[in-house]
């Protein structure tokens, strides 16, 4: 699941305008890659992930997904306040995905 999700990662770094990072940085692209990971790896995701079984087969919401992802990682460059604002294990973030989600399915009409 995470050689897919990296996959997508790198795909769809051209596309966003990151004020501070750079799509083009190799390091950057570690900064954004390791809080993806953080992410990923958070107990609550691990469940939304076994919850949500769309994910990794519905080509469009599982983008949706990792734009989240990515939004998240790139809204600030420096660590801290990353750590401190970006609160990736709580259950009123994982709400803030699902309410993306929701828009993109209705949006589709897929579900």
Not at 35 to 64: A, G
């Amino acid at each position: 699941m995470k050689k897919k999700a990296h996959k997508i990662v790198d795909r769809f770094y051209k596309f966003f305008e990151m004020n501070v990072f750079d799509a083009e940085n190799i390091k950057h692209k570690k900064i954004v890659q390791n809080r993806i990971n953080k992410m990923m790896q958070t107990e609550l995701m691990n469940k939304w992930l076994k919850e949500n079984n769309w994910f990794n087969t519905d080509v469009i919401l599982t983008e949706e997904a990792i734009k989240f992802l990515i939004d998240c990682a790139v809204s600030f460059f420096d660590e801290k306040e990353f750590e401190d604002k970006i609160n990736y294990n709580s259950q009123e973030w994982l709400e803030a995905l699902d309410l993306r989600i929701s828009k993109v399915k209705k949006k589709t009409s897929v579900y």
